[in-house]
């Protein structure tokens, strides 16, 4: 409000004073958040599901941890002890303590993990996990490694325990659709302490007997007998239960054992939900006991199944021939009927016909098209006026021809007066100026040479002089060396007139 009114003239303050204000800098109110932050919540324990997972050169690991409703950066550094860092994937659900911060270049809050569980997942998980990530970094889960079953086994190796649920569910299904197959059991601990040697020595051990060397007959009794049938395939499999239950078929040992056996292995171990080491390294997985019969029955039952279809296959087959035979013989009729010669000559008259108006058609098309082109091209013509464009051209080429002739007119004038000019200088630099005003040239009479210096020549010797009009022939009576002094610096000799 304005301050009180002192007369009429006096209207007060119309606008209050400005108020004092502070104007942080982004960077001071980020620091003062980051404060509060580290201050007021510091390290906490926050669960949730991993998301965006980003492994770096430098070794850091950068993730979001969210729920249904929120979201949060977090960041896992090298240098923090916290071991099985390399299971961490997406959609894993883990419980992470760690410093509440602010990450100042980006205004972005973030947690810097210090400790990290994973929520769901015990010591047995963790383990099963490595131990698979080995293996499968070994190659022993490969595609390329998995052997084919053999169509129809006759001897099929079990390894499983003698008294439990997952024997009775084998036989029983085998009984039911092939009862001719064989066993061959192994007894063995499927659960608890050195259950996993057990499984392993078993499957060892079925090997050793596929491929043991069968002893001859003696050649004295004339007979020849026929070798026992050797394995066809092994069979590892157990009823469902615990991971606890379970771990047996988890250990090392069974999946090296699965992997160095040379016949094919089947591994059906607990239920459809449950996965172990033998699933992955064997070369076939069951979902359960029974399916895994079923697998080695398949071809049989399904063999059965065919021989039972056969005869009413077989009368659908000669059904079906003798309706192709019917349609190829009424096809038959259907064509000679075509290839009548009436029939022949009506189509090639319909072909004439439309032949002929086809022609006529290409004919007034060609003339409009022709047509066309005549009248674009006289519009293009009269559009271009050559005539003009012609006479413009004649009278550039005339410009050109009138300046070619002044220029050459104007070299002409010019180089004469150079000519000329130099003609006059040549004049005046020349030895008939000099000759004209009193001097003489001499020449050797013999040799033509010019003679500079009395020394050049001998007494006797003829010499040429040439005057200004006419030349003198003589002869050298006597030479006079020349006057030193009249080589002295600063002093010019002057020609001899004669």
Not at 75 to 99: P, S, Y
Not at 385 to 396: D, F, G, T, V, Y
């Amino acid at each position: 409000m304005g301050r009180g009114v002192k007369d009429q003239w006096d209207f007060g303050e119309l606008f209050a004073p400005e108020q004092m204000r502070r104007v942080w800098t982004v960077s001071e109110l980020t620091l003062q958040i980051r404060r509060l932050l580290e201050q007021q919540i510091g390290q906490v324990w926050v669960g949730g599901e991993i998301s965006n997972l980003r492994i770096q050169s430098s070794g850091h690991i950068y993730f979001t941890l969210k729920d249904a409703a929120a979201q949060i950066a977090c960041v896992l550094f090298r240098g923090e002890n916290i071991t099985h860092r390399d299971l961490l994937a997406d959609g894993q659900k883990v419980v992470v303590c760690g410093d509440l911060t602010v990450y100042e270049p980006r205004g972005q809050y973030q947690l810097v993990i210090r400790a990290l569980e994973f929520q769901g997942l015990g010591a047995l998980q963790l383990a099963f996990e490595q131990l698979k990530k080995k293996l499968a970094a070994e190659g022993l889960f490969a595609r390329e490694r998995k052997r084919p079953l053999p169509p129809y086994p006759r001897r099929i190796g079990l390894v499983t325990s003698p008294t439990g649920a997952a024997i009775r569910d084998v036989l029983h299904v085998v009984r039911r659709r092939n009862p001719m197959l064989e066993f061959v059991l192994v007894p063995c601990r499927v659960q608890g302490d050195g259950a996993a040697g057990e499984i392993a020595a078993a499957i060892r051990l079925l090997n050793e007997f596929a491929f043991a060397p069968v002893p001859e007959p003696p050649p004295s009794q004339g007979v020849l007998r026929v070798p026992p049938p050797r394995l066809d395939v092994i069979l590892v499999t157990r009823g469902g239960g615990s991971l606890e239950d379970l771990w047996a078929f988890n250990e090392e040992v069974v999946a090296r054992a699965i992997a160095a056996s040379a016949l094919p292995v089947v591994s059906a171990v607990g239920h459809e939900i449950d996965f172990t080491i033998s699933d992955f390294v064997a070369d076939v997985r069951a979902a359960t006991p029974s399916a895994a019969a079923e697998i080695l029955t398949e071809n049989v039952h399904a063999s059965r199944d065919f021989l039972a279809q056969v005869p009413g296959l077989l009368k659908d087959r000669l059904l079906r021939h003798l309706d192709r035979s019917r349609e190829t013989w009424s096809a038959w009729l259907t064509r000679l009927q075509r290839v009548h010669p009436r029939r022949r000559l009506e189509e090639a008259w319909q072909r004439w016909d439309e032949l002929i108006a086809r022609l006529q058609r290409a004919q007034c098309a060609a003339h409009t098209l022709r047509l066309q082109r005549w009248q674009h091209l006289v519009h293009r013509l009269h559009q271009a006026r050559p005539l003009a464009r012609l006479q413009h051209q004649r009278r550039l080429l005339e410009t050109a021809c009138a300046r070619l002739r002044q220029a050459v007119r104007h070299q002409l004038l010019h180089r004469n007066q150079r000519w000329s000019a130099a003609r006059s200088r040549l004049a005046l630099l020349g030895p008939e100026q000099v000759l004209a005003r009193g001097y003489s040239l001499t020449f050797d009479a013999e040799s033509g040479r010019l003679i500079r210096s009395a020394g050049e020549v001998q007494p006797g010797r003829p010499i040429l002089t040439r005057l200004h009009r006419g030349e003198i022939l003589s002869r050298v009576e006597h030479t006079q060396p020349p006057d030193n002094t009249s080589s002295r610096p600063g002093r010019e000799s002057e020609p001899r007139k004669t």
